[in-house]
């Protein structure tokens, strides 16, 4: 009977020793180890495509430089064309921008009216560029403003006795933006006897300088509307 009651305490001794060093483990670990989960960034070492909004996404605009909305995560700079083959001068990233012209014959523009599309290339720090294959971009409807005004380029010059010079008029709405004109509505006057024009009508003109000497003038008009430009001819 002893010898029973010596072996269910050494039973119960050894429960008791083993749940003290699971207890102490379970301490031991808990204090030591962190068990928060690592949470490993998503890369994929360039700047990411990002999205583009041009107006908020409005139909149409008659706003050359429209608003545009920007994100791309690791963006430092960004880059905008209207063909994603001719880009405009690297720019400081930033969430808004109007500064690009969507119908001035840069960067893949044209100076027409119709649907714009506008795309956006972004670079970080290192000069890595957003996925090439994946652009963001974004389109809208230019529409242009009525006709406020027509310009002669240059409206001012020098030229020799004798040589030749090449004017252009061009069209303008009260916004200053460039409207294109119809070549057949304009029509070129000089002051008669002071130089020669090769046409009297189109959108460009060639005039040659007189063998004598002063300021000259030149005239361009597209309906009501009426231009100038000044020639001084000096000698050679």
Known sequence: MIRGILVK???RSTTYIFFILIAFAIFFIGCTVDMTPTIVPTTTGRPSSGTISVEGGVEATFDRTPELTLYSEGAAY?????????????VEYNTFYEDFNIANNLYG???SAGLKYVYVQFK???GKLSPPDNLAFDTINYEFKDLN??????FETTMTVGSSYSFEVKGYDIDSNEIPLDGSQIIWEKSCGVGSLSDTSGLITTYTAPTVTGDRDIMANCG?????????????
């Not at 960004?78 to 690297?90: A, L």
């Open 124 to 126: 970080d720090e290192n």
């Open 224 to 236: 009501p509307l009426r231009t100038g430009a000044k020639i001084m001819v000096i000698n050679k």
């Open 78 to 90: 960004m880059s905008f064309s209207r063909d994603g083959i001719n880009w405009s001068e690297w």
């Open 9 to 11: 305490y050494q039973m």
């Open 149 to 154: 005004s027509i310009k002669i380029i240059p």
């Open 109 to 111: 523009t044209e100076i």
